[in-house]
């Protein structure tokens, strides 16, 4: 099993910028990918970026150029560096990893973007 927490969210004005980071623990080592997803007030828990071991890291197109996923090389933290932020970004974010099929979720981090 892996246990997953974030930590870094918090209040920011337009245009600002968070680093959200996770933190890993138990069987890290099969950790075969890591994501951010978001949901927003009254919305569906959408994917913000993700990366699997080894691979190159995607992103959904509303945070291109704004946003960067990176890990410690999948040993036990990944981070979310956000810039630029807008309203639109509002929502609390989860932290995910796939482990043999299974996906395990932390239990998320509040960030609040004021216009």
């Known amino acids: 099993q892996v246990r997953l927490v974030e930590s870094g969210g918090g209040l920011v004005q337009a245009g600002g910028s968070l680093r959200l980071s996770c933190a890993a623990s138990g069987s890290v080592n099969s950790i075969s990918a890591m994501a951010w997803y978001r949901q927003a007030p009254g919305k569906q828990r959408t994917l913000v970026a993700a990366v699997r071991r080894g691979g190159s890291t995607n992103y959904a197109d509303s945070v291109k150029g704004r946003f960067t996923m990176s890990t410690d090389n999948f040993k036990s933290t990944a981070y979310l560096q956000m810039n630029g932020l807008k309203p639109e970004d509002t929502g609390i974010y989860y932290c995910?990893?796939?482990?043999?099929?299974?996906?395990?979720w932390g239990p998320g981090t509040q960030v609040t973007v004021s216009s």
């Open positions: 995910g990893a796939g482990v043999f099929g299974n996906n395990y």
